[in-house]
């Protein structure tokens, strides 16, 4: 969804500027241009207030996890495997890196080349690799230990699928060829368009899914759905982003972090790849990437090795901005109150207001 943080500051100021002139300086002879300029402002100033109130999609947030393109759930003696990515000497990790290998966890990173990763790698407890790395394998980034914030963020994510996860929602099939109307959704108390999924049907192919401007969307995906995401491209409409879609793969064990459904993306597309778009959380599910390009996030992992292999790429969206400050909106109201009621006291609009209660 749009962000609109900058443009409602940098217009706060801005517009603020514009009244001081227009309405403060009786020095402005032409009385025709002020009542003019103090319309526009007005209208502009009211039109960006309500704007930054409203331009986000309602919906599940991915709070402190927006900053990573993969939290590896890092269970048991296992290890987020990655290697020999599409890109540019091996790129296949375009954003940052969390591995939660906070005790009784003990996962590793193991990489292998020719690789590139343009990220920061984060481990909840110590760091546990194969490295240091040298030769055809690249870390553009740093690689430390002792982020607590990297356990707290998976915590939060198992919590945040497994209540979604017991939402029922409007019943669908994802499959080659289909469109998803996101208002379609079932709606829930906290603005996601919820749908549950029967079956995905994904050789190769196309699936779209169009939003409905307002409402972040949500694809609960059981076990008994299959978690194979064989689609060429997944593609977003109606003002989507990858971070207002989730595919919910839920269920299992949270104890054990085990039994969730097995989650494997592959684009079979035999050299060419496609491209989708979207968040997939597996908490307690294994995770593989193949031969795919995701522009979005992967989070979870299971008990077991998760795989970013054989030409997978993830590029992370950068985190949402927060939403504009209320100084800002305050701001913008006070103008479009200032100038709009300038213009109505010049035509005697509140005298006729008054008179017609």
Not at 325 to 340: F, H, I, N, P, R
Request: proline share 4%; aromatic share 4%; with cysteine.
């Amino acid at each position: 969804m749009a962000d609109v943080e900058d443009v409602t500051s940098s217009s706060a100021d801005t517009l603020l500027d514009l009244v001081r002139d227009v309405l403060l300086r009786e020095s402005m002879p032409d009385q025709t241009t002020r009542f003019t300029l103090a319309l526009g402002v007005g209208a502009v100033a009211l039109t960006l207030a309500v704007g930054g109130l409203t331009a986000r999609a309602t919906g599940f947030t991915l709070a402190d996890a927006a900053n990573y393109a993969v939290i590896y759930q890092a269970g048991g003696n296992n290890q987020l495997n990655i290697n020999n990515g599409p890109g540019l000497n091996g790129l296949a990790v375009n954003g940052n890196i969390g591995i939660d290998n906070t005790a009784p966890k003990n996962g590793k990173l193991q990489l292998s080349g020719p690789l590139t990763l343009n990220s920061d790698v984060h481990f909840a407890g110590a760091v546990h690799d194969n490295g240091p790395y040298s030769g055809n394998i690249h870390v553009n980034g740093t690689i430390s230990g002792g982020h607590v914030n990297v356990h707290n963020d998976m915590l939060y994510l198992n919590n945040l699928s497994t209540t979604l996860g017991a939402e029922v929602g409007t019943s669908v099939m994802l499959k080659t060829g289909a469109t998803i109307n996101g208002g379609l959704g079932t709606l829930d108390a906290s603005g996601n368009r919820v749908f549950t999924v029967g079956k995905i049907n994904a050789p190769n192919g196309t699936l779209t899914i169009n939003g409905d401007g307002s409402h972040k969307i949500v694809f609960n995906i059981s076990a008994a759905a299959d978690g194979n995401f064989h689609f060429n491209n997944i593609v977003l409409g109606g003002g989507l982003t990858s971070d207002d879609v989730l595919f919910n793969l839920f269920g299992g064990n949270t104890s054990t972090l085990t039994g969730g459904p097995k989650l494997d993306i592959n684009s079979n597309a035999s050299g060419v790849h496609g491209t989708l778009f979207g968040t997939f959380l597996d908490p307690n599910g294994a995770i593989s990437l193949v031969n795919t390009i995701l522009d979005g996030r992967v989070f979870g992992g299971d008990s077991v090795n998760e795989a970013i292999v054989s030409g997978a790429e993830i590029n992370a969206p950068a985190p949402p901005s927060p939403v504009p400050d209320a100084g800002s909106t305050l701001v913008l109201l006070v103008v479009a109150v200032c100038s709009l009621g300038w213009v109505g006291r010049r035509l005697q609009v509140c005298t006729a207001l008054v008179s017609a209660r």
